[in-house]
């Protein structure tokens, strides 16, 4: 079964670096990883005037695009959470950046106190990493450079 691991927090706090580092970990032990980034404004990874540009400008709903060496399927519409990891067959482990309202494990990232506060009620908290020290809480919590500590305490506790 497909681990599912959120990495969550405010704007600037380190979670792009945080999944980058992660996997790096997992890949080397030889885990096939899937990561899924949530942009909560909108984003366009196509180039104006290409063929699948011009495709989706003419009103196609789905555009997939295909080479020798990689492929994506370009959706006019939001999807769920759930339903893009169910379209990630083959990887032992997903890492989710963003999507703090889902349910799954998440390792919450805190630059301040103020931080900690608005996120503490998140579901399924398994973990901080912080930039300050003496969080109150009963959880685990890393530094926020100890990228590798928190690798190894995913992978035996996740």
């Known amino acids: 079964m497909t681990r599912i691991i959120q990495v969550v927090?405010?704007?600037?706090v380190g979670k792009t670096t945080l999944v980058e580092h992660l996997i790096k970990y997992f890949s080397q032990i030889g885990y096939k990883v899937g990561s899924v980034k949530h942009d909560a404004h909108d984003f366009d990874i196509d180039n104006p005037h290409t063929d699948s540009w011009r495709h989706r400008e003419a009103g196609a709903?789905?555009?997939a695009i295909t080479s020798p060496y990689q492929s994506a399927i370009l959706e006019q519409r939001p999807k769920a959470l759930s339903q893009i990891t169910k379209q990630?067959?083959?990887?032992?482990?997903?890492?989710?950046e963003g999507f703090k309202q889902e349910r799954?494990?998440?390792v919450v990232l805190i630059r301040s106190e103020d931080d900690f506060h608005l996120l503490q009620n998140l579901e399924n908290v398994v973990c901080y990493m912080s930039w300050i020290s003496n969080l109150p809480t009963e959880k685990p919590v890393f530094e926020i450079q100890a990228h590798e500590e928190l690798f190894h305490f995913i992978k035996k506790n996740l």
């Open 88 to 96: 990630m067959t083959g990887v032992d482990i997903v890492l989710v």
């Open 61 to 63: 709903e789905i555009t």
């Open 9 to 12: 927090g405010f704007k600037n």
């Open 104 to 106: 799954y494990p998440k």
